[in-house]
């Protein structure tokens, strides 16, 4: 079956339109995964793993699902000249269609490489890396045009400081770009304030429910919104399990949407899942009720999975998860009417989808079926297998992936 595109924003782009949707920068990482171990080893001991992947990670997790969505997304990365930045390289251009036009392959510089070992739910991980050769404002000099770029905000390289140099998202936001803005685990404890200052030239911030507490000084993830809410236009929290609220004063929209029940795996890469549903939602003007429940289910269906980047949904998932939801919401009792009534505005999005559109590398360490729910079709659970698609080898991923 021939992959296709689907371009979520075919109504809004113009001969005069900026180039890409997405622009990226940072580390990529060769992550191997291995799964489905019973314990961690021991010292002096070998265990064996029912399943392992390979698939780049860090920064391209966020690529590989912005591009998986339909966004024309443009990455800024370092790659080494080694194997493992063959791989990374051929399987962002290649396989996930992220341009790499502003990245650069560097001579003996050994590719960053993250081994992650899954036990019972949790990871653990052991990463080994070097500094970039260069630094991303060199790398990357004038960024393309772009109708979105998503940072980190960090005291190493502050937005909006005036006796800084001037960075590549903030020269992307003087040609018209909108700054996504998240932020990382502080493990020195310290989460300071300041950093939020940042927020002025960004128009969306999106971090965590204990990160917001922490970095707001507030006790709830709502009180946390509202402090937010008064640095930047769109505020946004996400709480896992317990669904994700925000406010836009741009619509003057407020929003909370509970998050799909499912049976989470994996949560490596969720947030950066969610960051990128919420992106696309955002560039294509939808209610804010819906940005935050396309976000949701974009998660849910990553979580499901083992592998990061590999687990990133496409519009064919996508289109598969609600075509299962709508079939079973008048026999599923309370839970499934609820989701069916929330996810309607899907009606006018899924039709559009093609036959064969984009999915996720499903064969390479994949566990369980999209939905939380027995198949009206199948009559399966979702930790059973499922049947491919007519005509399809059971063995053969859709997307192509790196697998043993």
């Given at each position: 079956m021939s992959v296709q595109a689907y371009d979520p924003l075919a109504g809004e782009r113009t001969p005069e339109g900026p180039q890409f949707d997405v622009f990226l920068a940072g580390t990529v990482f060769l992550d191997i995964i291995f799964t489905g171990l019973p314990a961690m080893p021991a010292a002096g001991t070998e265990i064996w793993a029912e399943g392992m992947g390979s698939c780049p990670g860090g920064i391209a997790n966020l690529a590989i699902a912005t591009s998986r969505l339909g966004l024309r997304t443009s990455l800024a990365a370092a790659f080494g000249d080694d194997d493992y930045g063959d791989f990374c390289w051929r399987t962002l251009e290649q396989q996930e269609s992220v341009d790499l036009s502003r990245s650069q392959r560097f001579e003996h510089w050994h590719s960053p490489v993250t081994v992650s070992m899954a036990v019972h739910r949790d990871r653990s991980m052991v990463t080994h890396g070097h500094p970039a050769p260069m630094p991303a404002n060199e790398m990357i000099g004038k960024p393309p045009p772009s109708r979105a770029v998503i940072v980190t905000l960090s005291p190493e390289e502050p937005l909006g400081d005036p006796d800084a140099a001037c960075n590549w998202a903030e020269l992307a936001h003087r040609e018209g770009a909108l700054i996504f803005a998240d932020v990382g685990w502080d493990p020195s404890g310290a989460w300071p304030r300041s950093l939020l200052d940042q927020l002025g030239v960004c128009h969306a911030f999106m971090p965590n429910a204990t990160e917001a507490m922490a970095y707001t000084g507030t006790e709830t993830p709502r009180d946390a919104l509202y402090a937010i809410a008064d640095k930047v236009p769109l505020a946004v929290v996400t709480d896992g399990a317990n669904g994700a609220m925000a406010i836009d004063s741009t619509t003057g929209e407020e929003a909370f949407v509970p998050a799909p029940r499912v049976t989470a795996l994996d949560p490596t890469g969720a947030g950066d899942v969610f960051g990128a549903g919420f992106v696309l939602g955002t560039l294509c003007h939808w209610p804010l009720d819906?940005?935050?429940?396309?976000?949701?289910?974009?998660?849910?269906?990553?979580?499901?999975?083992?592998?990061?980047?590999?687990?990133?949904?496409?519009?064919?998932?996508?289109?598969?998860?609600?075509?299962?939801?709508?079939?079973?919401?008048?026999?599923?009792?309370a839970y499934g009417s609820s989701l069916a009534r929330r996810y309607a505005f899907l009606d006018r999005l899924v039709p559009t989808v093609p036959v064969g559109a984009v999915r996720r590398a499903v064969a390479t360490i994949a566990r369980y079926a999209d939905v939380g729910m027995t198949s009206p079709a199948s009559g399966k659970?979702?930790?059973?297998?499922?049947?491919?698609?007519?005509?399809?080898?059971?063995?053969?991923?859709?997307?192509?992936?790196?697998?043993?």
């Open positions: 819906d940005r935050l429940a396309f976000a949701e289910v974009c998660a849910a269906l990553a979580v499901q999975q083992f592998g990061g980047s590999l687990a990133a949904p496409g519009w064919g998932d996508i289109a598969d998860w609600w075509h299962e939801v709508r079939a079973a919401a008048d026999h599923s009792g659970r979702p930790d059973e297998p499922h049947s491919p698609p007519e005509g399809e080898d059971p063995d053969t991923p859709r997307v192509p992936a790196q697998k043993e």
